[in-house]
């Protein structure tokens, strides 16, 4: 974990990736997120916001997600991966910046999915 650096190399990440044609900011990560679409098999809770969260929400702290779990106690005991698809969406897109490393773990997961389609 990056700590405070996450922020700069996850925006540095996705500008160079969207410059090669690898991501877009502004399409639903749920594209890559199943957990995420609307009538996926384990839906995360509040589905209908979430399945419109775009890379660009989650890296400007806009995608209303709660920042719930996200403890330096909880590090060594859960998955925070797993955990950053599952919280709820507490606001609606777009409504609230919320400082939460949530926000990135899941921009993490939506971004190695978008790299396994490309390869």
């Not at 890559?32 to 702290?61: C, D, E, F, M």
């Not at 995608?63 to 606001?91: C, M, P």
């Amino acid at each position: 974990m990056l700590a405070s650096g996450t922020k700069s190399f996850n925006g540095a990440l996705a500008v160079a990736t969207q410059s090669d044609g690898q991501l877009s900011l502004d399409e639903p990560t749920s594209n890559t997120l199943a957990a995420w679409r609307v009538g996926a098999a384990k839906p995360a809770p509040q589905i209908n916001w979430k399945s419109q969260i775009t890379a660009r929400h989650l890296l400007s702290l806009s995608g209303g997600l709660a920042a719930e779990g996200d403890t330096a106690a909880n590090l060594s005991k859960v998955d925070i991966y797993a955990q950053a698809l599952y919280v709820d969406s507490t606001f609606a897109l777009g409504a609230a910046a919320i400082y939460t490393p949530n926000t990135f773990q899941a921009f993490a997961q939506s971004y190695e999915g978008e790299l396994s389609v490309i390869e």
